[in-house]
């Protein structure tokens, strides 16, 4: 990132150039690009064991489209909360955060350039999975709502996934560490799917389902790909997501507005 | 002659014999008789194709000179192919109706309305019961769908893409990777 610093200083905002060296960094030179082939390999036998399966039906179909787009927003998540956790801490470990850090731009806009490459794992996740989601959606006519609803609920979700991996990522001691929250934080988030549809139904349940941003994203995917409902009448779905983002997002700002050179150091 | 005209006679009624059932027929109200309670719907035979909506109305009459309290009615679908499994919690999520009291001599309606699941041919029928009273089950005559197939999905014409992108991503990874030990060896 020293180089960064011949660049900060030109007429462009300083987070846009600390963005385009990250770029360039996880798609020419890091680990963008290997991710994605793992990720384009997931969805490859996900589709493939749907459509080699003669046995499905018009609904299951639309369900097959439906898991295969939960997948894709749920692994292109848990690609950006890799991305931005490892984005500070990363740097703080192999010892590159001091340079960085002289870079003249204020910390926050460091941080949003980070965050915005760690965002771009989502956006290439999403490209890819737009054939899959082509080829299993176009026979029952589901690609736009599809792909219109799993562009709004995977960027909500991203968002939120940046903000709470760059949050702890700024303070976080260790790679480690940043790693280790990040992935228990997601792990915790995906539990309340797995709870029995008894306790779902009851009142703590739904509000359970509606706060958390992955069980409300998930849901709204599905009322809107299975069973067809317009996107108003399930809107209330998205505002459990859309609150979870503005949040992190914000904390990760003001995380970032602390950052330093060690994690403990305040000075 | 009289032979002749007896054979005539003997044709006409093997004749009327084989003829298939009229839709008056198909359609005429399956009742019974304990409960003066009977259910027809309005249509016999419809065709459609695989995902599309389609609805029906059943009528539920009773000609008893009592109310029938706690009538209730329930839609199901049964396959006529053996190799399809159905599944009516797919074909409509709403398909138990508790219609209350049906007064006497009167009647109600109930609209149905049914996603085509399954390709081939189905029977729907409405059955009748009531909470109390009864342990009798009327059921409506039969509505016969034909669902059109629609082939969608294949195995052979995802093979370009499932293999084609992860491949193609490769090639990207590869090629930036020469990309990249050029560049390191030409600042070297």
């Known amino acids: 990132m020293t180089a960064a610093s011949a660049e900060v200083g030109t007429r462009r905002p300083p987070w846009t150039v600390v963005a385009g060296r990250e770029l360039r960094d996880l798609w020419l030179g890091g680990r963008g690009l290997p991710l994605m082939v793992v990720y384009a390999l997931l969805l490859s036998v996900t589709s493939y064991l749907v459509a080699s399966n003669q046995a499905l039906n018009f609904l299951e179909q639309r369900e097959a489209v439906s898991l295969t787009l939960q997948v894709a927003v749920a692994v292109g998540g848990l690609l950006v909360l890799l991305g931005a956790a490892d984005a500070v801490s990363g740097e703080r470990e192999r010892a590159t955060l001091e340079s960085l850090l002289l870079v003249p731009a204020s910390r926050r806009q460091l941080v949003l350039g980070k965050a915005v490459a760690a965002m771009s794992l989502w956006i290439a996740a999403f490209v890819v999975a737009m054939p899959y989601l082509w080829y299993l959606g176009r026979g029952v006519g589901v ?125 | 002659m009289r032979g002749w005209i007896a054979g005539l006679i003997f044709l006409l009624l093997v004749i009327a014999a084989a003829t298939p059932a009229a839709a008056t027929r198909d359609l005429a109200p399956a009742s019974s008789a304990a409960s003066g309670l009977s259910v027809t719907n309005d249509q016999n035979a419809l065709s459609t194709r695989i995902g599309e909506r389609f609805s029906f109305t059943s009528t539920v009459r009773n000609d008893s000179r009592m109310d029938r309290p706690g009538v209730v009615a329930h839609l199901d679908v049964v396959t006529l192919d053996p190799d399809v499994y159905v599944d009516p919690e797919d074909w409509s999520s709403q398909r138990t109706e508790f219609l209350g009291t049906v007064p006497a001599a009167g009647l109600t309606r109930i609209d149905w309305k049914v996603q085509a699941v399954n390709s081939g041919d189905f029977v729907l029928f409405v059955s009748l019961t009531t909470l109390e009273g009864t342990d009798r089950v009327t059921t409506s005559s039969a509505l016969r769908v034909t669902i059109a197939s629609q082939q969608t999905l294949n195995a052979g014409g995802i093979l370009p893409l499932v293999l084609g992108l992860p491949a193609g991503l490769l090639a990207l990874m590869l090629g930036a990777a020469v990309h990249r030990r050029r560049r390191l060896h030409q600042v070297r």
């Open chain 1, 143 to 267: 690609v736009t709502s599809a792909v219109f609803s799993g562009l709004v609920v995977g960027t909500l979700l991203a968002l939120f996934l940046a903000g709470f991996g760059m949050f702890t990522s700024t303070l976080a001691g260790s790679n480690r560490l940043s790693l280790s929250v990040c992935l228990l934080g997601l792990l915790a988030l995906y539990a309340p799917t797995q709870m029995p549809s008894g306790v779902q139904n009851a009142w703590v349940g739904d509000l359970l389902l509606h706060v958390d941003p992955f069980t409300a994203g998930l849901h709204f995917l599905g009322a809107v790909i299975v069973n067809g409902h317009s996107f108003g009448a399930e809107a209330s779905w998205l505002i459990g997501p859309l609150v979870a983002a503005v949040v992190a997002v914000a904390a990760a700002l003001a995380a970032a507005g602390q950052l330093t050179l060690g994690s403990g150091d305040r000075s």
